[in-house]
């Protein structure tokens, strides 16, 4: 099954989503707040948008749709979207990171339904991601695997591996999602390893790619359908993104703002933004 919402219905699921993360980070007192905001829109448009087929009731069915989050620090997107999927209760949603709680800091793919990979040693999910595409061609389902990345993350040689065997294999099922926020751990991506522009590099692979406004949810989804209709080839579509948004103004002293949750008082500001 696929969940379809209208445009103006899934512009009000983000902001339901961004209103998660901030509540669950802040609970926590730890956590990734803005490198899980920065890909809200891309993630909501494939649950939402009519992109992905999954069963929330039924999250192992063969053949459906596969999603896997590498950049796992960036969990608690993952949990608010599953939650609002169905998949379990938004109750759980301040047990982030507490002792007992499967909502760990990173996915964990035995604890949790809808969780697809443990995921968070950064590089492997598009490998995770390779598997999974062949697997389901070799089953003979009409399933697709999408895989989220970091603009940092892509400088992990594994990651072209992966682009690597996904194009001898002619993974047309297989879709990178690159979040291009600009910011990784330790730094800006233009200072610690700039690998712009990454379209020509995926194609130089042979992939189909695509680069757009990662905050456009319009655009997001007519970067989905393309991806659908793409035969003989993986397809990698670069979100340019801001880490943060939309509460990103108001981080503007520290605008990685990298694993830090934000105050109670900072949360309260980040409602009133976000809407």
């Given at each position: 099954m696929t969940v379809r919402l209208s445009l103006p219905d899934l512009l009000a699921k983000a902001k339901v989503i961004r209103r998660h993360i901030?509540?669950?980070?802040?609970?926590?007192?730890?956590?990734?707040?803005?490198?899980?905001?920065?890909?809200?829109?891309?993630?909501?448009?494939l649950y939402f948008g009519g992109v992905m087929r999954y069963d929330a009731k039924n999250p192992t069915a063969p053949g459906r749709d596969k999603f896997i989050l590498s950049k796992g620090h960036a969990a608690p997107l993952l949990y608010a979207i599953l939650a609002e999927a169905g998949y379990f209760s938004t109750d759980m949603l301040?047990?982030?990171?507490?002792?007992?709680?499967?909502?760990?800091?990173?996915?964990?793919?035995?604890?949790?339904?809808g969780v697809e990979a443990s995921t968070g040693s950064l590089g492997q999910g598009l490998s995770i991601g390779v598997g999974a595409a062949l697997a389901a061609k070799l089953d003979n389902f009409d399933a697709r695997t999408y895989v989220l990345t970091g603009d940092g993350e892509v400088a992990e040689g594994q990651i072209w591996e992966a682009v690597?065997?996904?194009a001898k294999y002619r993974l047309?099922?297989?879709?990178?999602?690159?979040?291009?926020?600009g910011f990784q751990q330790t730094g800006a991506t233009t200072d610690v390893l700039d690998l712009r522009p990454l379209v020509p590099k995926f194609e130089a692979f042979g992939w189909f790619a695509q680069e757009i406004n990662g905050h456009d949810v319009n655009e997001i989804l007519i970067a989905f359908d393309k991806a659908k209709h793409i035969k003989g080839k993986p397809s990698a579509i670069v979100?340019?993104?801001?880490?943060?948004?939309?509460i990103h103004q108001m981080l503007?002293?520290?605008?990685?703002?990298?694993?830090k949750p934000l105050t109670k008082d900072e949360a309260v500001q980040a409602y009133a933004i976000i809407g």
């Open positions: 901030v509540m669950s980070t802040t609970a926590a007192a730890s956590g990734h707040p803005t490198s899980s905001m920065s890909a809200t829109d891309i993630v909501t448009a301040p047990t982030l990171r507490k002792i007992g709680s499967p909502l760990e800091g990173h996915p964990n793919y035995r604890r949790l339904p690597m065997s996904a047309d099922n297989l879709v990178c999602i690159v979040d291009q926020n979100c340019r993104t801001v880490k943060g948004y939309p503007a002293s520290d605008p990685n703002h990298h694993g």
